[in-house]
């Protein structure tokens, strides 16, 4: 069996930092873009509040749009010139990444985020999607909308991440509903904030070529301290409740690690075992000096299966 691929992010050249634009789409994207820290725009109808997000740009959305996008073959929406496209596209300009927030299930969200993130995928270098999908007890109707609108918005995008509600219970299974979509929107922020750290330019290529083998994503993040703090943190992170596929299946993976002081050690020892562990992934990676951290090791792994 061949060794894994192994890419350190930020040694590629262009070393530039790259411009990125934050889209929340509907309610729920809206939502969980409200801590975003970068420029952001919301896609969304006039009856949704935005007034919590720091907006670059609003897109409204209105019921002829959602109608237009329900009846028409995404195929055909994905050629045509219209209205709602040339509004978004003005508002996205050229970034060299743009992420994409939305709740799959409603109508909003559903019907409106593939092609967002197929306008986005167009205009800028690399487009990443993060979509929560219903919980089961919202009922089949609702979960065959968000099965069919996931496909496409993996269609249009370069790197689709999944959060199934289903599995927030498991993490926070005590919690009041409304604060524990609050957690959600924080854990779905978590990638963006790791990856503005590290990814430059020139990686943007590397990481678009290696998800291409992947059908969607999902969020592991865990943290340990003490001797072998960073194998801690790696298997916190590889039991996430999103993690419910055969690790054979990995296909690409992007990790950070990060601590106060990362040791080139430490980072060789995680990418040992999540060799071992994966052995058909393409793994990108990077070490973050983290402060606040101290000798406490932290790992994020974002990992795309077949």
Do not use: Q
């Not at 060794?3 to 930020?10: F, Q």
């Not at 969304?44 to 609003?58: G, H, I, K, P």
């Not at 993996?154 to 927030?168: G, R, V």
């Amino acid at each position: 069996m061949s060794e894994p691929e192994l890419h350190l992010m930020g040694e590629d050249e262009p070393r530039r930092k790259p411009t990125i634009k934050v889209i929340g789409v509907g309610g729920a994207g809206c939502n969980a873009i409200t801590d975003s820290p970068f420029n952001n725009i919301a896609v969304c109808t006039a009856l949704e509040d935005t007034r919590a997000v720091r907006l670059e740009s609003r897109v409204l959305v209105n019921p002829d749009h959602i109608d237009f996008m329900k009846e028409t073959p995404f195929r055909t929406v994905r050629s045509i010139k219209f209205e709602f496209k040339d509004w978004l596209e003005e508002a996205v300009g050229e970034p060299d990444i743009v992420f994409v927030f939305a709740g799959l299930g409603g109508d909003t969200g559903s019907y409106i985020a593939p092609v967002v993130a197929d306008v986005c995928k167009k205009k800028a270098g690399l487009c990443i999607s993060s979509v929560a999908l219903p919980f089961s007890v919202e009922g089949k109707d609702r979960r065959c909308v968000a099965d069919c609108c996931l496909t496409k918005v993996c269609e249009a995008s370069d790197i689709t991440m999944t959060y199934p509600n289903d599995h927030l219970l498991k993490m926070v299974p005590n919690l009041p509903l409304g604060k524990a979509f609050n957690v959600m929107n924080r854990i779905m922020m978590v990638p963006l904030l790791e990856l503005e750290k590290v990814l430059t330019v020139g990686d943007l290529e590397v990481v678009r070529r290696d998800f291409t083998r992947s059908h969607s994503c999902r969020l592991g993040v865990g943290t340990g301290s003490g001797e072998l703090g960073e194998l801690r943190a790696l298997e916190e992170a590889i039991t996430s409740p999103w993690f419910d596929f055969d690790k054979d299946r990995v296909m690409s993976a992007l990790v950070t690690i990060s601590s106060g002081e990362v040791e080139e050690e430490a980072v060789c020892r995680v990418l040992d075992e999540l060799s071992k562990r994966m052995p058909y992934a393409r793994i990108n990676y990077a070490g973050i000096c983290d402060k606040d951290l101290g000798a406490k090791y932290k790992v994020m792994l974002v990992l795309g299966f077949a």
